[in-house]
């Protein structure tokens, strides 16, 4: 079973950087995926960004590349959703998943994850 848990999510001044963290506990296989969803307001859960546990290669949604990165730590028990110059836009539910495929495999679509943290609100405020 896997278990994630999503942290550091808040108040955010606009124009300012924040990092949320996944936590990850259980088992899957070493060449899963990790993944980074949000749901803003008016909007359905869209996909942000995801990594690739065999070797930490990253990939942003295009709309997001250059403000949003991803990174996983180690020993690959957490993986980070950097964001900067946020804006009023970026307020919404930020959250983690996992499967056990590797990335291209594994995609942006929610079916292609497997298990699920409960989410963190980020609210930037201007």
């Known amino acids: 079973q896997v278990h994630l848990v999503e942290s550091g999510g808040g108040l955010v001044q606009a124009g300012t950087s924040t990092r949320l963290t996944c936590s990850f506990s259980?088992?899957?296989?070493?060449?899963?995926?990790m993944g980074w969803f949000r749901q803003v307001s008016g909007k359905a859960r869209e996909f942000v960004g995801a990594v690739r546990w065999s070797d930490g290669k990253a990939f942003i949604t295009n709309g997001l590349k250059g403000r949003f990165t991803v990174s996983s730590g180690a020993p690959e028990k957490e993986v980070f959703l950097h964001m900067n110059n946020l804006n009023v836009d970026d307020t919404g539910a930020y959250y983690c998943a996992a499967s056990t495929n590797p990335w291209p495999q594994t995609g942006v679509y929610e079916y292609d994850y497997a298990f699920w943290g409960h989410g963190t609100q980020v609210t930037i405020s201007s």
């Open positions: 259980g088992t899957t296989r070493g060449d899963g995926t």
